[in-house]
């Protein structure tokens, strides 16, 4: 799906601003809204799974997991792999990770713009500053697009930068934009505008419902037991977890 793709890059490019800290576990809830999107609800129920979605993160050090309903992503920085995991046929393949390589196959946001509201408020316990982040890209199949996103942002809190997932590489002007967010994102809501004709009037929240600093065992970095290794898909070296559309730290952690 394009608008989880574009959900999933600008996610990464949120993420990679975070300064290093102790370990963390989110449960995010996820939501895509537009005309398009309820029409296709409507017709085919199912499909609420795909647009409403909940999602796990762990962090610890240098090291991440996000559970998703389908898939477990597990990235070692030190040991520079990425595992993906199948927990419905018990399967795993691994892959390269590089924090700093550019993704070939991912969008390139032309220009990312920061502005700090100097808004504060209290969320899940945790002190948050408002943050307004307008990310413009253009890519042959969507065209010209931008996506503005409003996020509020855990300043006692954040993860180790090396675990960024946008892919665009620790030098890229987009990185260096997005150092002025400091700290861990609680809440987003994107609005996306330009673009195809069907992703009119998309609008995107991304919400921590449970937050959690407790330490994560190091047996979720793990390989489980019983799994059986396979071959990786013929993507290329992934430059964030998951490659594209891949899981969230959907938005924000």
């Not at 390589?101 to 220009?111: L, S, V």
């Not at 609680?186 to 009119?200: F, Q």
Request: aromatic share 4%; hydrophobic share 35%.
């Amino acid at each position: 799906m394009k608008m989880r793709y574009l959900v999933g890059a600008c996610a990464g490019v949120l993420l990679s601003a975070a300064a290093a800290h102790a370990d963390i576990t989110a449960m995010m809830q996820t939501n895509i809204d537009s005309p398009m999107v309820r029409q296709m609800v409507k017709q085919s129920p199912s499909l609420a799974k795909m647009v409403n979605t909940q999602t796990t993160a762990y962090y610890s050090g240098r090291r991440s997991r996000v559970d998703t309903q389908y898939t477990s992503v597990i990235v070692d920085v030190n040991a520079h792999q990425m595992i993906m995991l199948a927990p419905m046929n018990h399967t795993y393949f691994t892959q390269p990770y590089n924090p700093t390589a550019p993704n070939p196959e991912g969008p390139r946001p032309n220009d990312v713009k920061v502005t700090d509201t100097g808004h504060t408020k209290t969320i899940l316990g945790h002190p948050c500053r408002e943050y307004i982040v307008t990310v413009s890209m253009t890519t042959p199949q969507t065209g010209s697009m931008t996506n503005k996103i409003d996020m509020w942002v855990a300043t006692d809190i954040a993860i180790d930068p090396s675990l960024r997932s946008s892919g665009l590489g620790a030098a890229s002007p987009v990185a260096k934009q997005m150092e002025k967010v400091k700290g861990f994102p609680l809440r987003m809501t994107m609005t996306t505008s330009g673009g195809p004709k069907a992703m009119g009037g998309t609008t995107v929240t991304s919400n921590v419902v449970r937050l959690s600093t407790k330490p994560v065992p190091a047996s979720k970095f793990a390989i489980p037991a019983g799994y059986k290794k396979t071959d990786a898909p013929s993507m290329g070296p992934m430059g964030g977890p998951g490659g594209p559309g891949g899981p969230m730290p959907p938005m924000g952690p």
